[in-house]
């Protein structure tokens, strides 16, 4: 089979595994409403744990970052042995991410993927996923805003990027990704700006 057909399938089957809804094979395993019917509707681990399930949200977290990762972390590791050239990793970093935006199982309405593109920094790069990860922990922890949380964290992923690598191909895929995640949550901060945003644990009317 020819590379560029392989790069092809290899980012196709990252879109359909970042497709793959943790949020509702959770609710759906742990007997809970659908989360698009609830608080903020986003099918995510934060508006899964207004249900008041922690299971359920800690699973959710889980299934959306690895997901991420492990579409990444094969195609880093298989490049090679295929012949396809660094970009494939990209592309399947950014397709499983999208996945998870615009899932096509889901009618193109996903979550903010703040947990997918945790893991596909944290398979990009380890050093590059904990400090953005620990930026993320950071803020979640001490001002309990996940939102701002996850702006400041995708506002700095491109910045460690630029520090650890400089000028590198892998640093345009990290800044897209941000630029999406900023994006997503631009009503968030909206509603930050506006005092109104629920804090994490909070129920969102």
Do not use: C
């Not at 990444?72 to 396809?84: K, M, T």
């Amino acid at each position: 089979m020819p590379p560029p057909l392989i790069s092809l399938l290899a980012v196709l089957a990252a879109y359909l595994l970042g497709s793959v809804s943790f949020a509702l094979v959770a609710s759906r395993l742990f007997g809970l409403a659908d989360p698009r019917s609830y608080g903020s509707k986003n099918p995510g681990a934060t508006n899964v744990l207004r249900s008041g399930h922690k299971g359920a949200a800690l699973f959710t977290l889980f299934g959306d970052t690895a997901k991420g990762w492990l579409a990444v972390f094969l195609a880093s590791r298989h490049a090679a042995e295929y012949g396809l050239g660094g970009y494939t990793v990209g592309l399947v970093a950014l397709a499983v991410f999208v996945g998870h935006l615009y899932p096509v199982f889901l009618r193109f309405r996903g979550g903010k993927g703040v947990a997918t593109a945790a893991g596909v920094l944290l398979a990009i790069d380890l050093w590059l996923g904990l400090a953005t990860l620990g930026t993320w922990l950071l803020v979640a922890f001490t001002l309990r805003y996940s939102s701002l949380a996850a702006l400041l964290a995708a506002t700095a992923a491109p910045i460690y990027g630029f520090l650890m690598w400089g000028r590198d191909s892998m640093l345009l895929v990290v800044g897209l990704i941000a630029m999406a995640l900023i994006g997503k949550h631009w009503q968030n901060l909206q509603r930050l700006m506006a005092g109104s945003e629920p804090k994490i644990g909070g129920r969102k009317p």
